[in-house]
């Protein structure tokens, strides 16, 4: 797959791609900010297209899908103008209580902790834990402590996933995802 982002065609933010996620299991993507990794749950999320190559849920093109069946229509709560009267932690709760009760087959999560204070840190990861079983679930991560228990780590670097595998056999190869994670111990 290769994507650059229509405002800056001739940089690349993703060439030799490719990566294939089993259903009901979870994986996460991992570096530094700017590699990719939410322009790859873009992609399925339909805000962008590939340029060249495809994505495949269940065998089938996303293009092909009709976007408008994953709009519904959202709760009406007053929380105050784009939230504002809601903590960091609070949205994150909201978000994931819609995650419950939409009960969706693929769940994506982009930065699940990155707005909460310490306190919420563990409740919203045990309420995300809970309910990424036996669902196929895309993660996010900056801190590689939060995907500690998913099925498989994608390293992405350069456009591409240069390791894959689980967090522990990524940890005993030594490679980047290991000098990343000495970085933030």
């Known amino acids: 797959m290769i994507f650059a982002y229509p405002c800056r065609p001739k940089t690349l933010v993703l060439h030799q791609f490719s990566l294939e996620v089993k259903p009901s299991t979870n994986i996460g993507l991992v570096r530094n900010s700017g590699c990719g990794k939410s322009v790859v749950v873009g992609f399925i999320q339909r805000f962008y297209d590939v340029e060249i190559g495809s994505i495949k849920v269940d065998g089938v093109d996303i293009r092909k899908l009709d976007v408008q069946w994953a709009l519904k229509e959202g ?23 819609r995650a419950i009760i939409r009960n969706p087959r693929i769940l994506l999560l982009d930065e699940v902790n990155s707005t909460i204070d310490v306190q919420s840190k563990q409740v919203v990861q045990e309420a995300v834990d809970r309910i990424m079983v036996e669902r196929t679930t895309i993660e996010i991560a900056h801190r590689l402590n939060t995907i500690k228990n998913v099925d498989s780590v994608a390293f992405i670097a350069n456009g591409k996933v240069v390791e894959q595998g689980t967090y522990a056999l990524l940890m005993n190869q030594k490679g980047p995802f290991s000098k990343l994670a000495g970085l933030q111990t």
Do not use: M
Request: charge should be positive.
């Open 75 to 97: 709760f009406e709560t007053e929380c105050g103008n784009r939230g504002i009267q809601l903590s960091g932690g609070q949205k994150q709760r909201i978000v994931i209580a």
